[in-house]
């Protein structure tokens, strides 16, 4: 059951018509809170989808690069692996940027590689090295992209939840709290005045009676 309570101001027009101001914003807002929450959460599903999709392909590929490394790993030297993979010969940036989704600010990640050639990723000659490295190094080369794009993704989801969960409680505060305690004192006020005024009336009424007497005696 809601927590519904009456706030502590004085019963008069002037504080109705502030109360009933009050209560309109209160009410805008609401519908407004309702309506970017429910946006943020369908676009957070959007990305948790999405977020699934590449988690599951990007384990996939790590797995099948782990397999090649193993190999790799197990029919050459040591020294020879260590020494293939010393001095990579593809350089990579990532330059950071944002964009706002309903007030929130995402991150967007893009990686800039020193060249677009594929050949580039293989810092090593093929005389000594065995094919399952080169095996390893494309699927690590093939996957990275995805690999930016989980992290970002799973940033964005992060930034996202947060922001939820601090709407989700602003809406809360305004349909169980602010808006019922506006509404109850309205309706307070609204029963004074109503009191005042029958109780005006009937003192009028009296007064008038009064008065009504005395002229009659008099005459």
Excluded: W
Excluded at 53 to 68: D, G
Excluded at 78 to 87: K, P, Q, S
Excluded at 92 to 102: A, C, D, G, H, T
Excluded at 212 to 219: F, R
């Amino acid at each position: 059951m809601s927590r519904v309570a009456r706030l502590n101001v004085n019963p008069t027009r002037m504080e109705l018509s502030k109360l009933k101001k009050k209560l309109s914003s209160a009410r805008r807002g609401h519908k407004l809170l309702k309506d970017k929450r429910d946006e943020l959460m369908r676009q957070f599903m959007i990305l948790i989808k999405e977020d699934r999709q590449l988690r599951a392909e990007v384990e996939a590929a790590l797995s099948e690069a782990n397999r090649y490394m193993a190999v790799a790993g197990s029919v050459m030297q040591r020294e020879v692996l260590e020494t293939a993979l010393m001095l990579p010969k593809q350089e990579v940036e990532l330059e950071i940027s944002e964009k706002n989704v309903m007030s929130v600010s995402i991150p967007v990640f893009d990686a800039k590689f020193k060249t677009d050639d594929s050949s580039d990723i293989f810092s090593y000659g093929t005389a000594f090295t065995s094919i399952d490295l080169d095996g390893a190094v494309m699927a690590l080369s093939d996957v990275f992209p995805k690999m930016i794009r989980l992290a970002e993704i799973e940033k964005a989801c992060q930034l996202m939840a947060d922001e939820i969960e601090k709407t989700r409680r602003r809406v809360n505060a305004l349909e169980h709290i602010m808006i019922p305690d506006y509404e109850e004192t309205i309706k307070f006020i609204t029963m004074k005045l109503s009191e005042n005024e029958r109780s005006t009336t009937t003192s009028l009424m009296k007064v008038k009676d009064m008065v009504l007497k005395q002229s009659h005696n008099y005459h």
